[in-house]
């Protein structure tokens, strides 16, 4: 996968990064050596798989990947659309940290991610909130090689997040041919979340990628998700991220000064 890289901040401690990463194909990439710690951020919603040794993850929008020193790895894009993320590397060495660990963010996390972004670009501030972003993901969730049916039942909420109507409990157990009690039991135990929580947590991510992108049709964003109002959006937004949807809107957009 061709990257583009945009170096937003370096010092003594770490370097961040923000990179375009573009998908030709949906086969498995050639095998990537990783030269040294880093962590790759989420903040967009185009899926890939990662591939370590005989295990496979998969990473969405609301995952955070910690690869060790000298990790040897494989991706293969879930989509044809590019997908960006925030990398910090050269970040204070975990001893013995050598295998990825893939991790959730939650809502809040996932927009200090692109507030700090935000930050980088426009250089109205420093890196002090990714340094404590690396220090959250290091003691967040962490998710389980990827397997069958779970791995499928996350990959259809994630491609169908956007849309105005998602599928059901039964919809989604019935896709991946599983009971819709045996489906939610597993899905909480392997992820923390009910799938509703996850798709909320999906859903979420969307909104900040519209409104980073430049998208101000708060309304628009919200039936497009589903909403049934944009005060009902406003309302889940600022419960599970802490902001108002106006703030974020003058945080995330183009050209924001935070």
Known sequence: MPHERTLLYTGREFEVEHVRSHAHGHEWSAPYVMASQRIVFPISRAMLDLRFGNDTW??????????????????????????????????????????????????????????????????????????????????????????????????????????????????????????????ARSFRKQTG???????????????????VDGDRDLAGIAHDLGYCSQSHLGAVFRQEVGVTLGEARRALGPGARI
């Open 193 to 211: 979340l009910s799938l509703h929580q996850y798709r909320q947590h999906l859903r979420l991510a969307a909104a900040m990628e519209r409104l």
């Open 58 to 183: 998969l990473v969405d929008g609301l995952t955070a990947i910690s690869f060790g020193d000298a990790v040897v790895y494989r991706l293969r894009p879930g989509a044809q659309a590019p997908r960006r993320s925030v990398v910090v590397s050269r970040h204070p060495r975990v001893p013995g940290h050598s295998e990825p660990a893939v991790s959730l963010l939650s809502p809040k996390s996932l927009y200090r991610v692109h507030a700090a972004q935000q930050q980088l670009r426009s250089g109205s501030g420093d890196a002090t909130s990714i340094a404590s972003l690396v220090g959250e993901v290091r003691s967040a969730r962490k998710l389980v090689p990827m397997t069958e049916p779970i791995a499928s039942a996350r990959r259809l909420l994630a491609e169908t997040a956007d849309r105005h109507a998602g599928p059901s409990l039964h919809e989604v157990a019935d896709a991946v041919s599983r009971s819709p009690f045996h489906m």
